[in-house]
């Protein structure tokens, strides 16, 4: 077998490497954090958007963590791995400290339960498509697990951080349903000690957690939707963190000594999902005219300042990104040539541009879309979602396209991978695309180029990347979304806050302390 990583698992800082303490006979500490909606379930396996992940990544723990600068795969829970010749099998090694929050030590069959309902299709999670490669998981002994891949897979071991792990017992009793209760069994650094849903999700400190004990004892979530009252509630004292904060509301937090902003890398991007499902948008010439109507670089300079325009699917930060590669011009004469040559010279619609408000500024920024694509003929009326709500209807959308309109002011995060192997194997897939993710369009150049790369990925990585830049001119060509920008990631908090968000983990508190704790 040859070896890919055998490391022990110390890790440092916000990417891992210094064990977090806690005092002994100190006031218990709290940290309340505001954000722009609920969760929509505690499930390690149900989550159904950017802010479920976020949030219960202080819950639920996956096999391996990332560097929250580079995106490098950090041994966690799996200490070291070993790869088959053939690429079929991945060997990992598990701590043997690892205790869920019910008491039971972690072993090998729990990883396996936990890999098995992650792939019931009854359950359709959010994770599934990253490994519709995974055919079974074998367990070696009780610290160790085979991974059986159907296909090779060489860049497997980047998703892992999205193999959350529950108990064995706990996935045969709930099954291939999502979690309604408030009482999950989790292994992070936090327990669930309340959720009162549409209120607060109250999270108290696991004492026994492997890495040891955080600084913050509790930790509150309280859903504010309203920006505008998020940013109040902090400077009156009533949260210490505001997520995410916009770049219009930056100065409010500025100008008072008692805060601060925290900027971060963000692999976030916006686009006008369109769903080639549904006609006249199974057009390309439609797609691509809804590209030229939009003036993104006005878009980007009055709401989202700091905004990075991305010409396809990927954003800079991630392998694959083409730099050569030129966004759209806006060119709102040649929108209404293409749609003329498709047979629309009247115009489209009007139909629903539903928005998901997940993101700094998105309400803002769809009605400036809409009144784009408005100039160019293209009629829209606008819906503005609970973030929750939007990423349910997009899972039951999946099978039902009426379930949102055929265009949506969406984000996504790529995974948080920093490597566009997320973007093309999970999202823009045509056998496989998870029903929350999907771009609900497949390209099958893109399934080919993407084969090729997989195939030829250990024996020449650079060949292999640029099939990636391939079918980034691809999918930039066959107008697969409204390509718009990369979010800069604003966060307002309490000046004596110590804390370093990451784009793996924008909400992990393991590391968060107070100064003068």
């Known amino acids: ?54 949030i219960l990544q202080n819950v639920h723990e996956g096999l391996i963590r990332r560097d929250g600068s580079t995106g490098e795969v950090i041994p966690h829970i799996a200490t070291e791995w070993e790869v088959s010749e053939d690429q079929l099998t991945w060997t990992m090694k598990l701590r043997d400290d690892v ?4 008491g039971q030590q972690l072993t090998a069959a729990d990883v396996k339960a936990s890999a098995e309902r992650l792939l019931d ?34 860049l497997f071991i980047i998703f892992c951080e999205r193999m959350t792990l529950v108990p064995a017992g706990w996935a045969e009793e709930v099954g291939p349903t999502i979690y309604t209760g408030d009482d999950p069994i989790g292994l992070g650094a936090y327990k669930v000690a309340e959720w009162v849903r549409g209120e607060r999700l109250v999270l108290e400190a696991n004492e026994d957690y492997f890495l040891g004990a955080p600084e913050i004892d509790e930790l509150i979530f309280r859903p504010i939707p309203d920006e505008a009252s998020r940013v109040a509630a902090l400077r009156a004292g009533e949260v210490d963190i505001v997520d995410p904060l916009s770049s219009a509301l930056r100065e409010q937090v500025e100008g008072d000594s008692t805060l601060k902003i925290v900027e971060s890398l963000s692999m976030g991007r916006v686009r ?31 709401l989202v300042p700091g905004a990075v325009r991305t010409p396809a699917a990927l954003v800079p ?44 500024q998105m309400e803002e920024a769809a009605q400036a879309v809409q009144s784009y694509l408005s100039e160019v003929g293209i009629e829209t009326t606008i819906r503005v979602y609970d973030p929750g709500d939007f990423t349910t209807r997009k899972r039951e959308k999946f099978d039902n396209p009426a ?32 029903p929350v993710h999907s771009g609900y369009g497949c390209n099958a150049d893109v ?63 393991r590391f968060a302390r107070w100064s003068s704790s």
């Open 1 to 54: 077998m040859a070896v890919l990583l055998v490391a022990a698992c110390s890790s440092s800082g916000s990417d891992g490497s210094e064990t977090p303490a806690s005092g002994e006979d100190e006031e218990p500490t709290t940290l309340t954090i505001a954000v722009e909606g609920d969760i929509t379930t505690l499930d390690a396996h149900g989550g159904a958007g950017i802010l479920d992940r976020n």
């Open 99 to 102: 205790y869920f929050h019910d």
């Open 121 to 154: 299709p009854e359950l359709a999670a959010q994770q599934s498509g990253v490994f519709s490669n995974l055919a079974e998981v074998v367990v070696v002994d009780d610290f160790t697990a085979d991974f059986k891949l159907s296909v090779p897979e060489p």
């Open 272 to 302: 006008v999902t369109i769903d080639q499902r549904v006609a006249p948008f199974d057009v390309k010439e439609v797609r691509q005219a809804i590209n030229h109507a939009i003036d993104v670089d006005t878009i980007i300079e009055e």
């Open 317 to 360: 930060e991630e392998v694959g990104f083409d730099s050569t590669l030129e966004p759209y011009d806006y060119d709102p004469d040649r929108a209404r040539e293409l749609l003329a040559d498709a047979g629309f010279a009247d115009g489209i619609g009007p139909v629903e541009l539903s928005v998901n408000p997940s993101y700094p």
């Open 403 to 434: 379930g949102l309109g055929p265009l949506h002011m969406d984000g996504h995060s790529g995974g948080n991978t920093f490597h566009g192997y997320h973007i093309y194997s999970n999202v823009i897939n045509c056998t496989d695309a998870s």
């Open 447 to 509: 399934e080919r180029l993407l084969g090729e790369a997989l195939a030829m990925w250990t024996q020449d990585e650079e060949a292999a990347i640029e099939k990636f830049h391939e079918m980034e001119a691809v999918l930039q060509e066959d107008a697969w979304a409204g390509f718009l920008y990369q979010v800069p990631a604003l966060n307002g908090a309490k000046a004596d806050l110590e804390w370093e968000p990451s784009p793996a983990e924008p909400l992990q508190m």
